[in-house]
């Protein structure tokens, strides 16, 4: 009956900790985030590739090889 309880126990403290939200948002690209660019998720990159190059948290555009 003992190990019942603490099985109770636990299953609650897990539920009341899956509602706390979380400690923080992540920021969202941008100047003040990213050196990089910006893509179209909005995730940093390092906006070096040929797929996704800029600069200063811009958002990120296709550039030629050169």
Not at 33 to 58: P, R
């Given at each position: ?7 109770v126990f636990g299953v609650s403290l897990g539920f009341v900790g899956s509602m706390v939200p ?45």
């Amino acid at each position: 009956m003992k190990n019942v309880s603490w099985l109770v126990f636990g299953v609650s403290l897990g539920f009341v900790g899956s509602m706390v939200p979380s400690c923080g948002k992540a920021e969202p690209c941008g100047p003040a985030t990213c050196f990089g660019c910006c893509d179209e998720a909005g995730l940093c990159q390092t906006g070096t590739t040929v797929e996704a190059c800029g600069g200063d948290g811009a958002a990120c555009k296709a550039c030629g090889s050169a």
